[in-house]
C-alpha cells in the first residue's frame, strides 16, 4: 500500500484524548498555563514524500518546524512543545501524529 502523505496534511491540535493529559504534561515540568495553551493551539501540517524520505513543515506559536523521516526507521525529532528531542518512527499507518489529533 502506497503510504498516504494526504492524511498528515491539514490542521491538527493537541489531542488531549487521555484522562491525565494535564497531569502528564504537568509532571515533565510543563506550567498548567502552557499545558492549557497546548490544548487550544492548532497548526496546519504539510508533508511531501520522495521514495521513502517523509517530510512535515508546520508552524505553531508563529515558528516554522521541518522534521524529515525515512519510513519505518527509528529517528529523532525536536519538540518544539517541551523543547528537546525524543526518538520516533513513521510509519503512515495511523490518524494521530504522537499527542495530536486532526481538527
Known sequence: MPFPVEKFCGTWK??????????FWEGLGIPAEMVQKMREATFRLNASLSGD?????????????EATFI?????????????????????????????????
Open 71 to 103: 519510513l519505518g526507521v527509528e529517528g529523532e525529532e525536536g519538540d518544539p512543545l517541551v523543547g528537546g528531542k525524543r526518538r520516533v518512527m513513521t510509519d503512515g499507518e495511523h490518524e494521530c501524529c504522537g499527542f495530536f489529533k486532526r481538527c
Open 53 to 65: 524520505k517523509f517530510t512535515f513543515m508546520y508552524e505553531i506559536w508563529g515558528k516554522q518546524h
Open 14 to 23: 493537541a489531542g488531549g484524548h487521555s484522562d491525565n493529559f494535564s497531569r
